[in-house]
């Protein structure tokens, strides 16, 4: 089955600065990558996602990227906010297909 | 957006209880509703995935007989966790899934489990 491994677990940011979360997946037949952000207490809430017929997509501050090739992809976030702060999940998987795979999470703090 | 809601948020039982936990999709017809068990400052894990009116599918290593699944509807899924110990003590966290792609899959606010 699929492995998706996630990296850093926390993450800590001056405020204004960028943020980038890395994930790897294994199964070469994977072709749907969303990203999450959960609050403490909360259900996860889906902030971006990529197909891998792109290799980049951008939404105000947030962008991902996706290198198929090495089965690796990134969450960016720029000029972060206090706001930003929650714990991110990547996960992958067959699009049209049920299952998601999810990382183990990041938590990111951005200091005001 | 979509809205999946569920109740109760939090639950504390005593050993050998049994809890039911709703999950609802509030504007939309879920076709499939999903149901995960999050641990302290991990990740989520896949319990099972229902289907209206059909029996669920139970991810390998999740006791069917403990956790029992009922989707009577496009929009209503229930987990009840029948004689409820404290290691069942969890965050459960259903999402609900509408008639486009895999980025119609919502999640609902969780429900804290805990199991005295």
């Known amino acids: 089955g699929e492995n998706v491994e996630q990296h850093p677990s926390t993450l800590s940011v001056q405020e204004g600065d960028s943020a980038v979360i890395k994930c790897t997946y294994s199964?070469?037949?994977?072709?749907?990558f969303p990203w999450y952000k959960q609050e403490l207490g909360k259900g996860p809430q889906l902030i971006i996602d990529i197909r891998s017929n792109v290799g980049e997509k951008k939404d105000q501050r947030i962008a991902v990227t996706l290198n198929k090739t090495a089965k690796h992809f990134s969450l960016h976030i720029t000029e972060t906010q206090p706001e930003d702060s929650a714990v991110y999940f990547c996960a992958a998987s067959v699009y049209n297909f049920n299952k998601f795979y999810f990382g183990s999470g990041t938590k990111l703090n951005v200091k005001p | 957006g979509a809205v999946v809601s569920q109740h109760p948020s939090r639950v504390i039982c005593k050993s050998g209880t049994s809890v039911k936990i709703e999950c609802r999709s509030l504007d939309f017809q879920a076709t499939t509703m999903f149901w995960y068990r999050q641990f302290p400052k991990q990740s989520l894990m896949l319990m099972a995935t229902s289907n209206e009116g059909s029996k669920a599918t139970y991810e390998q290593g999740v006791e069917k007989d403990k956790f029992l699944i009922n989707h009577a509807s496009l929009t209503l899924s229930t987990l009840t966790v029948t004689s409820a110990h404290p290691e069942d003590s969890s965050f459960y966290i259903c999402?609900?899934?509408?008639?486009?792609?895999?980025?119609?899959?919502?999640f609902g606010p969780g429900t804290r489990l805990l199991v005295l």
């Open positions: 199964d070469s037949a994977s072709n749907y």
């Open positions: 999402s609900a899934r509408g008639a486009g792609g895999p980025e119609t899959q919502y």
